[in-house]
């Protein structure tokens, strides 16, 4: 029954300047009201909607920034990787390793990941149930490593849209590992607008308390400082600007549900 | 932004002893907790899934047991109509008539219901989007009736199962009326016992807080002295015993997010 | 393992004039094809979206109508039943009483039609599984009636959009009754059209197809002769004119399933 | 409008021995029936439910065993491949290469597979709309590719369970890539066995024959000689006694509704 932490920062590592001074400004956030903080950022972009996207850095670049946000902000980071070969290199800098949800029945990807000893956040594949998780927790298990972190990111509900299953954070608790509620890419409409997915911002805020309400160990959020700029996922994202109001709302609440 | 309204009570009116018994006790409670509270039961079950189970003591036995309640207790009730015959006389008792699920888009019955001027909830069917409701809103509207509550009691995902989409409240807020969510008929498998409908208690409390956290104007609830004996959803209903603890969540949570 | 029969006419009576031009133009076609033929169309569209919507002639009109039509063409008819009270005028003329889906659970309704002795088709509920059909079969076999048709008219996927479910058929079938497939409703985008449901005709010879492919018993079918100017489902009614072409490889395709 | 093509094999490649015998009986049936023949097997299941499960021989032997069915029957060959590492060596053999659904969206694999220049099947992942399948054939035509199969193995439909949607052939064709509909996949019951897919072998040949009957360019379909005995997809793979069958109404359909 500990207070929420959050991971959040923007979806991708668009530039170094950017990503320290949204890293600079989160940091702040959170101090002030002291929920524990953890950067995220992706070096690669590697399941977008169209061939056109913007992927990111790279691994190596990447990692290079994000451990410049460690080192100068002194915070803990996460980020995510797409195939087994980047699993070493990317343990020498994450602190928590996250498997997207379209690969999070990847076998081979969940055990190398497992075996770098880092905690490993599974985010659950829109099309899976929230028992469903067991099996990859205990893919991660075999490895020996029980730093598990479990999200929900909404299920496939018809075509070009997620539903937040609330049931979802009990269910998955069950395993024994804390949960996580990722509230921007749960406002995606997948493939909704053509040739990227859609999103609605404005429901991030309805998400988040009511998560927070169900009862979440942390929140995975992503912002930026200009969304409507983003590189990516710009229609979901959350504007810096709004961030600390939404999070006092969600550590109250937080406080109520877990009797703190 | 004013506090959220109980409506709770058993499910079916199964005598006039226990309703009674019922209605005292969660006022005692609510009165304690500042809660505005209407009570609710249905005298008839008109769409049970097998033809064999309960139906309730009809309509106008149903009616003297409510006015009982609204005599003995002060309060007002809330109870279901099934046909446009019932609209007339319930009207004379209820302070709320409800509109099933499964008949939110027979437009007689809805109209009926406007015409008598009654506050007017709709429970949102299964089959439809939040958006939808407002073609239903305008049925009322119709009549010249303006007093209507909506509620959200869960969207068919699938099979035997419902999913409660949290961004249905301020969709449905968008057409300028107060929201409710049904917390108990939320967590039912329809269907799901073969000849009933199973139901999982267990989720009410993660469904009740997320749904506070969202923002609702009043939470609907099947409460029960003992719901394993009840004649109607008893695998849904909470208990007494619980209510107290539930509401005081809600309660906090709500003031949270309505800051009041 | 008999033919499959047709189900088919306008969605509403119109008039009187262009129901009569559309039974006599199917009659022919069904003649030529010896398809058994039996003629639908709704005196009351009850359930619309919204409250402007066409209504039809009501009870009394539109049963003369399909009476005339029933008297010239020597056509079996079958019509929708709303409320208990029609169920015993429409009897006089309908050879089959059929079940709206949003009230195919309102056990009154479909006791009611059970107890006129009429075939009775049950359309099952946006809302159900194929199996929950089972306990609406128990609600008219009690009341001793046992000639029951099962009609699939898609599920609920999402929000304003139906999929049908192939599976669904030889489900039904195992209550040992016959199944029906809506081709028409069935391509419906449920309010898809905001003040009404869309619908995509251009799906309806892929899907009928798909249908008779995994076996049915019978078609039912909404045909117009000017579909865009049609008073209700125009967007997803058969065009008079793309019939035949559709019925003979519906019959092709029925005679290869069932070894004819 | 060519008749369909079969893509059929057992589920993984569990031994040399038996997978020629599997090669040479469905070799034998589809030439009696004149149906154009590609044998299908897996090397490696990458992305089973459960740590425990059964994998394959993995690509090194896979690929040998395959280059034997080819020489002994002359038979072209499909299999997938599951990292971007796999794709060269998998081209010197496979005649078409597979992306599996989960990784549909897997922008580097996708390229990846294209660039070998095999025929590429794509299975539409189970997260996404039959329009989404546009992007990925961008993808795939970025490398000059325009060999490409894009096949429906059943959407998320709820929790556990898929659903074919026959709408999703006529609107990927859109594209002007052939359609595939993969009969043994989409009566999979994802995690519905807890640490395993359950599946439901009885839905095959309903939805085969109603996919034909929708109108398909080839169908996948996994055979086994023993299924109950099968190391992986038992509960859904055709047995191969029962296959001819199939097959022979499957092309009489097909031949009605592509005029043949």
């Given at each position: 029954n500990r207070p929420f932490v959050l991971l959040a920062g923007p979806c991708a590592i668009e530039g170094e300047e950017r990503v320290l001074r949204i890293a600079e400004k989160v940091k702040e956030i959170t101090e002030r009201l002291e929920i524990?903080?953890?950067?995220?950022?992706?070096?690669?972009?590697?399941?977008?909607s169209s061939i056109e996207s913007f992927r990111g850095p790279g691994l190596e670049k990447g990692l290079k920034i994000l451990q410049k946000v460690k080192d100068k902000f002194d915070l803990p980071v996460i980020s995510d990787i797409h195939t087994i070969g980047q699993a070493e290199s990317a343990a020498e800098v994450l602190d928590i390793m996250q498997i997207p949800a379209f690969l999070s029945r990847q076998t081979d990807l969940v055990v190398a990941a497992g075996k770098t000893g880092r905690v490993i956040n599974v985010k659950k594949g829109q099309f899976l149930a929230p028992w469903d998780i067991e099996q990859v927790v205990k893919k991660i298990e075999s490895t020996g490593n029980e730093k598990i972190l479990l999200t929900e990111?909404?299920?496939?509900?018809?075509?070009?849209?997620?539903?937040?299953?609330?049931?979802?954070?009990?269910?998955?608790?069950?395993?024994?590992?804390?949960?996580?509620?990722?509230?921007?890419?749960?406002?995606?409409?997948?493939?909704?607008?053509?040739?990227?997915?859609?999103?609605e911002r404005k429901f991030v805020p309805y998400?988040?308390?009511?998560?927070?309400?169900?009862?979440?160990?942390?929140l995975f959020m992503e912002v930026?400082?200009?969304?409507?700029?983003?590189?990516?996922?710009?229609?979901?994202?959350?504007?810096?600007?709004?961030?600390?109001?939404?999070?006092?709302?969600?550590?109250?609440?937080?406080?109520?549900?877990?009797?703190?």
């Open positions: 524990p903080y953890v950067f995220k950022s992706s070096y690669d972009k590697a399941n977008r990111r909404g299920v496939s509900f018809g075509y070009n849209n997620l539903v937040v299953d609330m049931r979802s954070f009990p269910i998955m608790r069950d395993t024994g590992y804390p949960v996580v509620f990722d509230a921007t890419h749960s406002v995606q409409l997948p493939g909704g607008a053509g040739d990227s997915s859609a999103g998400l988040t308390r009511a998560a927070v309400g169900a009862g979440v160990d942390a930026h400082d200009e969304p409507s700029k983003a590189l990516c996922d710009g229609p979901n994202m959350v504007s810096l600007e709004d961030l600390e109001e939404l999070l006092i709302k969600a550590k109250a609440i937080d406080e109520i549900v877990k009797d703190i």
